[in-house]
């Protein structure tokens, strides 16, 4: 794995000058005491520096690789595609020629990701799979609406996925579900052809995230118990075979509803909204990262993956490393 | 399948006097008569019809559907995801929690998620996997480029996939690469992070579609043969066997060079450029339904399903229905 983020580190100190509130309001409420936010840094140049990086930890070449995916919901250019421009970051993408595909579960992207690129894994046509989860969140941000404003970060992650002679090893079950009474919970409405740049002028208020925060919690909460029930009767694992549980850092309310579904037993949950905010894509990939570098997961850890995501989706991945 | 279309019809002769060229002009030089374009209908609008069209084509219901598959370039918001808002538009929508995911890689959408589809497929858990690729190009154009402005349409279009008994029905291979020297000569810079409303302004030329057609062209005449001779190295069949092929309708001058691929072996080559203009990632799939229901592809035929994307990609998939 490798990561990248931007320069700028954002305060909750600093914000809460901004906004001119009390003293410890952000981190008390958001649970965030830092984040990232990109100046000159896009999508493209944090998802090729994390790539870049990721080769280097796996010791392998560009060359070698099988397929790039990039799994996010932000993007630099609404066209080409977001791995396309990766790869045109990347210092030797035009000597190789694998393939670039996008894909988007918005927070959930890296996720199902991790699914379709078991699914491309060959031990002859392709040996190696990259998933590049690249968020910049902040430019969609509105300064006025304080739960949002202090929440997200931005961040970049890849992944390098490869062929295992292990069969232990590897995703043991998937699972999404969409739930479309949720549909307009979360949403940036402005940009597209719904509301056209060209029919619709910027306005902070239509081309910055908002999320119905209350109703999503609501939702989730109703969902999640059905949810895991389906997820445990068709995986090959039960939940106390799990060693750590990697939740979206979607919100602080978000992270105590996931607690419920440890019912009782005690893997690990892991955390790092303090540090880096709500990275969308990026936060997953980013904790797991973490927690292989500090040793709370490692070679032969069962890890389960799961999140909430705009759609209103619910996805969950069990994997072992 | 399933299709849905713009209300509005735009002629060649049409667009002629808009622009002040002479009669004629246009579909001379672009192969394009008439296009569609969205005034009220949305990405969402468009694909939900088409859906269920497709589903009834196919006498199944929503609730039988493993997975939704939006794979398009173009979009109605910046988030939640394409497929979460087809969803949403759907009638019952709400009673099901099929999954819903995005894919891009532009053009090629459709043929790249033909491929991941057919990974999805399981005789119990995902009986039947739906692929919409519904695209509003015209709000993109600048009107300004007589090339690109004469060229696109809007269209939707679903597909319904399902398991199959038959071994020889199916996708049979699938390849795509990305060649980055091509990732600028096709893009529409402004409405993302790069160039993000916020900062930028609407103005015609950063937020438009633009491509350089002639490198663009010398990309594609470089890179096919080495595509083509990787491809029916890697697949089962070969040229001889295939009864039609299906390009992209990517222009007229995309459509000759890909001519170039039959090697004197003659099966059947699909267009339908004059009647709809390039309708990015909904041609191929728009093409397929028109050959199926004119009876130029029925079961048992052997189609390649061949395109170029911005990226700049080669993607192809024989298939047999």
Redesign the interface.
């Known amino acids: 794995m490798g990561k990248a983020l931007p320069k700028m580190e954002v305060l909750s100190t600093e914000l809460e000058k901004e906004l001119g509130l009390p003293a410890g309001y952000i981190e008390k409420y958001s649970g965030v005491r830092k984040r990232y936010r990109?100046e000159d840094e896009?999508?493209?140049s944090l998802g090729a520096a994390a790539l870049h990086q990721a080769l280097q930890h796996a010791k392998i070449s560009a060359k070698e690789l099988g397929y790039?995916i990039s799994a996010s919901?932000?993007?630099?250019?609404?066209?080409?595609?977001?791995?396309?421009?990766i790869?045109?970051q990347?210092e030797d993408?035009?000597k190789?020629?694998?393939?670039?595909?996008?894909?988007?579960?918005?927070c959930l992207s890296f996720v199902?990701a991790l699914d379709?690129a078991a699914?491309?894994l060959h031990p002859v046509?392709c040996k190696y799979v990259a998933i590049v989860s690249s968020e910049?969140a902040s430019?969609?941000l509105n300064p006025k609406d304080v739960e949002t404003y202090t929440l997200f970060g931005d961040a970049a992650v890849a992944c390098i996925i490869g062929v295992t002679e292990k069969p232990e090893q590897g995703l043991i079950h998937y699972?999404?579900?969409?739930?479309?009474?949720g549909?307009?919970l979360?949403?940036?409405?402005?940009?597209?052809?719904?509301?056209?740049?060209?029919e619709h002028?910027?306005q902070?208020d239509l081309?910055s995230?908002f999320m119905q925060g209350r109703q999503l919690l609501k939702l989730a909460k109703r969902s999640l118990p059905s949810f895991m029930e389906q997820f445990w009767k068709?995986s090959t694992c039960s939940l106390h075979e799990v060693d750590a549980i990697i939740p979206h850092q979607a919100s602080k309310a978000g992270l105590i509803l996931l607690q419920d579904i440890t019912q009782g037993h005690k893997p690990t949950i892991g955390s790092n909204l303090a540090a880096y905010g709500n990275c969308i894509a990026a936060s997953i990939p980013l904790l797991l990262m973490e927690m292989r570098e500090q040793g709370n997961v490692q070679e032969g850890s069962t890890v389960l993956l799961i999140g909430t995501?705009?759609?209103?989706?619910i996805?969950a991945a069990l994997i072992r490393l």
């Open positions: 990109a896009s999508n493209s790039l919901a932000t993007f630099d250019y609404p066209l080409p595609n977001r791995a396309s421009a790869k045109k990347m993408g035009e190789t020629h694998f393939p670039c595909l996008d894909i988007d579960t918005t199902s379709i699914g491309f046509h910049i430019k969609g699972q999404l579900q969409t739930y479309s009474e549909a307009e979360t949403m940036i409405k402005g940009g597209g052809n719904r509301y056209h740049p060209k002028p910027y902070t081309y995230f068709d995501a705009a759609g209103f989706s996805g």
